[in-house]
């Protein structure tokens, strides 16, 4: 009796011990996420006030406010990754009104399907704009109009390859790419205004190269920086008039809700302006970033690239 109640203690014994092995691996299974969203959404402040300061200067109040999101999917050999830029902000200058100070409209979308690792083939889109309009003179609304929402406006759509060895790392590259460029402001629509043709054209499509990259790098505990560039060139109409366009955000967190931002933007566009165009703001103020984990690629449990 004595050993058939050892038997059984030690069957239930390995059947709870195995349950608790298929817990453990349901848990690592279902922690799995092939949805990963990385957010950060900002308000920043800037303020300066004088009051018989003999070196002179005028009380100015400004804000910027902001949303960076980076979605994303990743199962088997499907790879989804979309991209949300917002950005726009105003100073307030005593004497001289309010100017904006930044503005920025940038969505895209790439869907890539693995052929080797780290490659993929891809197909993608992305548009870009502002929310209000530009002006000479420091965005003088009193001066000449030069930009307006979707005048310019830009969407490309092209197929390619795409390189991502991991996160921090993104390069693709689309040997067939339409660019659209949009002027939807009928005070903008004049020939050459943006590459237009005619009086009253509303849009130009181009054809040809467009090679874009991403590189995130950590410098140092709760300091990062994130570089993007990109390159286009026209087919169609003089393709050694490439568009250039390079940024560069430097992040610098405090606290939990407290950071600090520095960017700096230069393009080359011959359509636009047969100059290179230099922005570059500095701020401090309000963080949220959003995290729902590490994305799937980051897991040593879901590296389905690499042979085990």
């Given at each position: 009796m004595k050993k058939l109640l050892l038997i059984i203690s030690c069957v239930i014994g390995m059947y709870v011990s195995a349950q608790e092995e298929l817990k453990k691996d349901s848990v690592v299974i279902d922690t799995v996420k092939h949805w990963s969203v990385?957010?950060?959404?900002?308000?920043?402040?800037?303020?300066?006030?004088?009051?018989?300061?003999?070196?002179?200067?005028?009380?100015n109040l400004g804000w910027l406010a902001g949303v960076n999101?980076?979605?994303?999917?990743?199962?088997?050999?499907?790879?989804?990754?979309?991209?949300?830029?917002?950005?726009?902000?105003?100073?307030?200058?005593?004497?001289?009104?309010?100017?904006?100070?930044?503005?920025?409209?940038?969505?895209?979308?790439?869907?890539?399907?693995?052929?080797s690792k780290s490659w993929y083939f891809s197909v993608g889109a992305g548009i870009q704009s502002q929310f209000s309009?530009?002006?000479e003179?420091?965005?003088?609304?009193?001066?000449?109009?030069?930009?307006n929402f979707m005048a310019p406006g830009y969407l490309n759509v092209?197929?390619?390859?795409?390189?991502?060895?991991?996160?921090?790392?993104?390069?693709?590259?689309?040997?067939t790419n339409a660019r659209w460029t949009f002027v939807l402001d009928?005070?903008?629509?004049l020939a050459s205004n943006y590459g237009l043709k005619s009086d009253?054209?509303?849009?130009?499509?181009?054809?040809?190269?467009?090679?874009?990259?991403?590189?995130?790098?950590k410098i140092m505990e709760n300091m990062n920086v994130t570089n993007t560039a990109s390159v286009f060139s026209n087919y169609l109409d003089h393709p050694e008039r490439l568009v250039l366009a390079y940024g560069m955000a430097l992040n610098m967190k405090v606290n939990k809700f407290i950071s600090s931002n520095i960017t700096l933007d230069v393009l080359y566009d011959h359509n636009q302006i047969q100059k290179?165009?230099?922005?570059?703001?500095?701020?401090?103020?309000?963080?949220?970033?959003?995290?729902?984990?590490?994305?799937?690629?980051?897991?040593?449990?879901?590296?389905?690239?690499?042979?085990?």
């Amino acid at each position: 009796m004595k050993k058939l109640l050892l038997i059984i203690s030690c069957v239930i014994g390995m059947y709870v011990s195995a349950q608790e092995e298929l817990k453990k691996d349901s848990v690592v299974i279902d922690t799995v996420k092939h949805w990963s969203v990385l957010g950060k959404n900002s308000l920043m402040f800037n303020q300066a006030a004088f009051s018989n300061w003999v070196g002179g200067g005028a009380n100015n109040l400004g804000w910027l406010a902001g949303v960076n999101y980076d979605i994303t999917y990743e199962k088997g050999k499907d790879l989804w990754e979309n991209i949300i830029i917002l950005d726009y902000g105003q100073n307030n200058t005593k004497g001289i009104g309010t100017r904006k100070t930044q503005d920025v409209i940038n969505i895209s979308t790439n869907y890539g399907r693995q052929f080797s690792k780290s490659w993929y083939f891809s197909v993608g889109a992305g548009i870009q704009s502002q929310f209000s309009s530009g002006y000479e003179d420091g965005n003088n609304p009193e001066a000449k109009k030069l930009s307006n929402f979707m005048a310019p406006g830009y969407l490309n759509v092209g197929l390619g390859i795409t390189y991502r060895p991991n996160d921090d790392l993104n390069v693709t590259l689309r040997p067939t790419n339409a660019r659209w460029t949009f002027v939807l402001d009928k005070e903008l629509q004049l020939a050459s205004n943006y590459g237009l043709k005619s009086d009253g054209d509303s849009s130009l499509l181009q054809f040809g190269f467009l090679g874009t990259a991403s590189y995130k790098v950590k410098i140092m505990e709760n300091m990062n920086v994130t570089n993007t560039a990109s390159v286009f060139s026209n087919y169609l109409d003089h393709p050694e008039r490439l568009v250039l366009a390079y940024g560069m955000a430097l992040n610098m967190k405090v606290n939990k809700f407290i950071s600090s931002n520095i960017t700096l933007d230069v393009l080359y566009d011959h359509n636009q302006i047969q100059k290179t165009q230099l922005k570059q703001t500095l701020g401090i103020g309000f963080a949220y970033t959003l995290n729902n984990g590490v994305k799937r690629s980051d897991r040593k449990d879901s590296q389905w690239w690499i042979k085990k």
